[in-house]
């Protein structure tokens, strides 16, 4: 963690990151670490979703129904949350954003890339969590235990891994063919795993 200072006030060029995975990767774990580290702004469409329906709004309550199934929340509803969020954004976070769960389709990959050109910017690098499938499980169902939410049971997890597969890998593709894309060995420690990721991200600050 010492150089975190210095990694990110030696270079004044705002990055924009987007860590992708498999449900269970560490895409949550992985950014804590990250944006501390690197004092980015941290956009969660899962936590996002997540505050909507603890306050029992009309858009948590429509995205409960998928979530609960294993499904992904339709994209004009995320695609509509990024856009406020970003223009709710003072922009004055010092050193850049990384988005962790969003883009989860190429739909929502190419609204990303509007909404970024529109101001001035465009994705860095996208973090590719790799993690083997029986490692994921274990993770969710441990993490099931105590979190409370209605997607950590065996069913929903397998169901959401499906969906992983189809609709999202094709977005590490997207970010593949436009060079930015960073495979990351997601096995091993939090620690271990994180200095990879550092690593990565140092060769583009
Ligand atoms: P998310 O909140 O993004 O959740 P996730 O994919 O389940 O988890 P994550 O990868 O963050 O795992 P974590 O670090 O917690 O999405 C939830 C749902 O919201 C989606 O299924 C979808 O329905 C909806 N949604 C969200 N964004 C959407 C979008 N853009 N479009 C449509 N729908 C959307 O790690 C998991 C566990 O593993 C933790 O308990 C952690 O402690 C443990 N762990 C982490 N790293 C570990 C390690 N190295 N070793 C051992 N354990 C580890």
Do not use: W
């Not at 954004?89 to 509007?114: S, W, Y």
């Not at 063919?177 to 271990?192: A, S, W």
Request: charged share 30%.
């Amino acid at each position: 963690m010492e150089n975190s200072t210095s990694n990110s006030s030696l270079n004044n060029k705002k990055i924009c990151v987007i860590i992708c995975g498999a449900p269970g990767g560490g895409k949550g774990t992985q950014s804590n670490l990250i944006i501390d580290k690197y004092n980015l702004k941290h956009i969660s469409t899962g936590d996002m979703l997540r505050k909507e329906i603890a306050d029992d709004t009309e858009l948590g309550k429509n995205a409960n129904k998928y979530i609960s199934k294993g499904q992904l929340v339709p994209d004009d509803v995320i695609i509509n949350m990024i856009e406020k969020k970003f223009d709710e954004m003072d922009c004055t976070h010092k050193n850049g954003i990384i988005l962790d769960g969003f883009p989860r389709t190429v739909k929502q990959a190419e609204a990303l890339e509007e909404l970024y050109a529109k101001r001035g910017t465009a994705t860095d690098i996208l973090l590719d969590l790799q993690v083997d499938e029986e490692e994921l499980i274990n993770r969710l169902l441990i993490r099931g235990k105590t979190s409370g939410r209605s997607d950590d049971n065996l069913e929903t997890i397998k169901k959401r891994l499906d969906v992983y597969n189809s609709q999202t890998k094709p977005v590490t593709d997207f970010y593949e063919k436009l060079g930015k894309y960073v495979r990351i060995h997601g096995m091993g420690t939090v620690d271990e795993i994180f200095r990879r990721i550092s690593e990565a991200i140092d060769k583009v600050m």
